[in-house]
Structures are given as C-alpha cells and as structure tokens.
C-alpha cells in the first residue's frame, strides 16, 4: 500500500488527480477550489504531470473546454465553487445529455448573495437535476480515494457520464489530514486507461450534439435517465474493487450506531463527523440514536437508503441549503419522498444549518435532537423546517 | 490563384463534406461558405459549432449533414469547446495516446455567436493562443431566432428588434468591426472573405489553418430571408458589398495587412443598399452618412496597407 502523509485536502486531490494521469485540466479560479489548481498547474509546470493546464477565462469557458476535451477521449479534470459553477450552468447540464465522461470537484461554498465565500451546498444543489454522478466526500482520505473512483465510473463505457465530488470548502479543502497515498501499482490495476465510447477523430467522422426535436427529445431524455439508474451497478462495483485494493469499503448509505436506534441524524459531506461525536453523546445519555449518511446523491440509492432506516421512527435531516418559500431543505424533500410509500413511515424533522460557514457542534446537534424529541411528544409544534440558530 | 480562375476553379475538390440536403434558406450564402471552408480544409479537421443557422439546418438528431467530425455544446462557448478539442488531441498525441496526424481545428459560428455573445470565449481561446482557425459567418443579424440586431447589424438595417419607425432608422450603431478586434489579439492571421469569392475564400481558409497558432476569418454571408433580397441575388449582393467597400477582401499576416480584391473605384453604397428590403426605408441624407463612414473606413484600410 502507499504512502501515509500529512497535507493539506486539496493537495491531496490535485495529486490524485496526477497520478490518475489526466489529460486535460481546465479551470478558473475561485475560492476555496483555488489550492487545488493550483498544484496542478505547478505539477505541470514541473513536469510531473504530463497534461495540457488550459487556464480558461470563466468557469463558462472551463466546462467548454472539458467537453471539446472529453469529445476527443482525453481524460479531463475540471475543478470549482459557487458562482463558477453557477457561471458553468448552462454547460453542466449539457455534459451528460452528450454523455462526456468529465471528473469536477466542487469545493462547495454557498452561493450569492450576500456574497460569502464559505462552505454549504447551495452551489451543488442548484444543479441537482443536471444528470451528474454526484458523491459526497467526508474526509481527506475520502476525497483522495474519491478522485479514482470519479475517473473509474465516469469512464466506464456503460457509464460514460460525469461526475461530481463534492468536498466541503475549507473545512475540507484547507485542512491538513494524514492521508494513505495509492502506490502507482494499485492506481494501474484499479483505474484502465480511457477508451471512450465514441471520439471526435477525423478517421471516424462523428456527430456530436445534434439537436433534438418533439418527436425524439423525449426519447433521448429517457435514454439519458435510464443511463444514470444504470450506473449504479457500476458504482457498487468500483466501491467493492477499491476495498478489496486498499482496505477502505465505501457505500451509497453509510450508517453509524443505528442498531436499534429510534431517531438518526441524516447527513451528507464532512458535518457526518460532528454528527457522530453528537451521536456518540447522546447514546451516553442512554438515547436511542444513530446516524445515516448520504454518500451517493445521484443516482438516488432509494434501496439502500430505505434499506438503512427500516424500523427508524425518527429522522432528523441536515439540509445545508435552502428552498425558499418550498417544502423544507432538498435533502429532506427527497427523503420525504423516497420513504412516501414506506409502512410505517418515520417523522421527519429537518434543519437548515451550517449555512455560508456558520459553525454547527456536535452541541447544536444535540440541541437539534431535543427539539426534535419536543416536537415528537407534541411540547412544541412539528414544523416543516428550521432554519436552525438564527439570531433574534 | 486568384489571377487563374479558369483554371483554378478544376483544383477544388468535388468532394463534399458539407452534403448536400441540409435544411438552409434557398440561396443562403452561409451554407455555401460552410461548404466552400469545408471543402478547403479536406477531411483532416475537426469542427467545433455554434448554436445557429448552420447547426440547426445541419444536425436535426438523427440526421446530420457532416461528413467530418463536428460537435456543437452550445452558442457562446465555440472557441472553449475548438479549445479543449485542440488541447485534448495534442495531448493524446503528445502522450502517445493517438497517431501523430495533422489535423485542423476549426470553431464557426454566426456574427451573434462571435461578435456578441461568444466574444469572450473567442478572446480568451485568442489570447491562450490555441493552434486553430475560428471562421465567422456574418449574416448581420440573428436570423436563425427571426432576423434580431447583433453588434453587427449595420447602420440603417431594418430587422425585429432594431425596426424602421418614425423615431428610428433601423439599427442606429455602427457595425463592430470584428477583424480589427481578431487583429489587437497578435494573432498571426485574420482575413475577411466572402462565398461571392470563393477562391479568395478558399485560398484565406487554407492558409489560415497552414498557420501554427490562432486565425480569424470573418465571412460575409449573405441571408436573403432576412436581407429582403430575392433568394437567386445572394451571390451579387455579396460582390456589391466588396465592390462598394461596404466589405473589403483583406487579410492581416503577421500584422501586415494586404488588400486580396482590390477595388480601384468604388461603387457608390447606394447600388448595394437599394436592392436590400432591409435598408429600403433609408432617406437619401442616410444613405450620404453611410456613404462618408464607407469611404473613411476603406481609406483607412487603405492606408494601413501601405505600412
């Protein structure tokens, strides 16, 4: 096995990125994604990594470049945050209709306005509908094993759609974590080389991007759907091939201490570790609590999740973004949703918290769970969803 | 070539790869510019479209009308799209992924996704200095959404969103001189051309993709749908606008600028405005106007050539 060093998160991204011998890098930058293209651009300039760094004039511009990249079978790393992603709209949403197998980290950090810099996942939630893979990542190790896993099902040819990482700005990207590096070896035997299903090659003359009319629009966008439900076998199959190499078994739904449990918190992204040491308290007050996190956002894990709160009377969802004037927090709609059809369907409570940066303890958790019991035996009124720790 | 057309026309390939059947307007002059580049650049290319006229008449799923590899994402990302396609190639073949083969790449698109929308794209893939050849063919208006102004509209064009009223005469700005924006970005080649012309038209695209390094080549590309021309007058309406010096064949190697279809005597602008429905409502005070700004700018065309 690899290396175990101490750097920074994003470092340690952009050097998973390397040794995944990527193509074609095109970024712009914007905080807090910055570190990591930059230590790609410095690997190339170096030498150590043979791509071409191509650094856009907007973060329109970086996706559009992937996709002319992509079409051409060069593996392709595209890296942002926020407004770049905001800016990239239009072309996130044609990426996976043309099929393009492009890998983006997003650094998530809340989008404007008021302008903030800082972490939550408004910027990924506004793209939820795009037809991207999208994956949650907790921790340095995490996101580091996640950059081969991104390259891995993107490419597979009965994939061949995008994914995106998401890694929570600074309090993932900036901090310093010991992290296990893959040895070359094992990035060989886990990650084949990139043999698109189609390229742009002037001995095999193809069209991409052709226009759809009614009477085929329609087909496409099922075609479309149904290729993203079917990239989940492909998913658990890249997760069950990098444990059996480096040890670590990742899953859709991950869950902590739910044996028995009555309530679970419900998480996505690096909050999960406050949440367990919450979990890990209130089990010493004698609570029956655990923890369910969401790893795999798209395609939807419907079984697994379902599978993960079978008996669960409680649900207390963390939504880091909002739906104004909706029906509580994406993520809670969702989970409204996936278990509509449920026996015994559990109360759901959900809290918006831990937006633009503010912190959330493993207190306010606990604090979320006694209000949450306080709802549940009619004390104060069940409400649809709290912004949680607004200042009055 | 230009000074042996008789013979020069038997040197152009029969080959098509553009094909016929596309959906264009009858007598538009942007699809035969579309298949006169094509036919310059052969087979070895591969092109990168804008949304518009010439990607919807060429590509409707499950059809397409191109015989060489052609991808279109969207309307103001062409030269980022010819960007990563370039990249990407030189990479796969740098890392000997990919047979070493010359290939061109080009990015086209209309004057609404050159000169309006997709300006920055085009100025950043400029500016990175990416070894392909953009081509803008300039119909003067969104014709493919229904005849609206761009930036380069020309003064005193009547189209839907700039109409001919009782305060307004039609477009009241003057046309964004594209080529000279393609010029202050260094790169080694622009060239202003026109189908009416095909071998300057053919000879300027091949020398553009011969060069390492960015080209510009902005076409003029006549729309009788939207120019209220007769459909089987594009083609002279296209040697007026040269022969007035409302659009003059030049190219810029290197910073030198050439005339390539010298025009010793101006027509007066009035022979190309008159036959166009989209200038019919001009007053003679206009046509005067935009006789002095045609006779200023071609004066300073010429003059720079003479540097």
Known sequence: MGERVGIEVSLAAAEAVKMANVDVVAAYPITPQTHIVEHLSELVADGELDAEFIPVESEHSAMSVCCGSSAVGARTFTCTSSQGLALMNEIVFIAPSM????????????????????????DVMSIRDSGWIQIFTENGQDAFDHVMFSFRVAENPAVSLPVIMNMDGFVLTHVIEPIEFWDEETVKRYLPDFEPVNRLHPDNPVTMGAFGLPGIFTEAKKAQDQALINSKPVILKAWKDMGDL?????????????????????SMGSVGETVSIAVEELRAQGKSVGQVKLRLWRPFPFEEFREAVRGVKQIIVIDRAITYGGPGGPVASEIRSALYLEENMPTITNFLCGLAGRDVTAEDYIAMFEKTEQMAKGKVRQEDYII????? | ?????????????????????????????????????????????????????????????????????????????????????????????RKGKLPDKRTVFLGM?????????????????FERGHNFTYVCYDNEAYMNTGIQRSSSTPFGAAT???????????????????AEIAVAHNIPYVATTCPSYPFDLIQKVKKAASINGPAY?????VCPTGWRVPPNKAIWIGRLAVETGVFPLYEVENGKYRITVDVPDLKPVLDYLKPQGRFRH??????????????HEYNGLKAKTAL
């Open chain 1, 99 to 122: 099929r393009l197998p492009i890998v983006m980290i997003l650094a998530n950090r809340s989008l404007s306005g008021p302008l903030s810099i800082w972490n939550d996942h408004t």
């Open chain 1, 246 to 266: 480096v040890g670590r078994y990742y899953k859709p739904v991950e869950t902590y201490q739910v044996e028995g449990a009555e309530t679970v918190f419900l």
């Open chain 1, 388 to 392: 949680y720790g607004v200042r009055e």
């Open chain 2, 1 to 93: 070539m230009e000074t042996f057309n008789v013979y020069a026309s038997r040197l152009i390939t029969k080959k098509e790869y553009f094909s016929p059947g596309h959906r264009a307007c009858q007598g538009c002059a942007e699809a035969l510019a579309v298949r006169l580049v094509a036919k310059a650049l052969g087979q070895n290319v591969i092109v990168s479209s804008a949304t518009g006229c010439m990607e919807i008449v060429s590509s409707p799923l499950p059809f397409t009308n191109w015989r060489v590899p052609w991808i279109h994402v969207a309307f103001e990302n062409t030269s980022a799209v010819a960007s990563g396609v370039e990249a990407g190639t030189k990479a796969l073949i």
């Open chain 2, 109 to 125: 698109g209309g004057d609404g996704a050159t000169a309006d929308i997709g300006l920055q794209s085009l100025s950043g893939a």
């Open chain 2, 160 to 178: 839907t969103t700039s109409p001919a009223g009782k305060l307004k005469p039609g477009q009241i700005t003057w046309k964004k001189n594209m």
């Open chain 2, 217 to 221: 080549i902005h076409i003029l590309s």
């Open chain 2, 282 to 295: 001009l007053t003679p005070e206009l046509v005067d106007e935009i006789q002095e700004r045609v006779t």
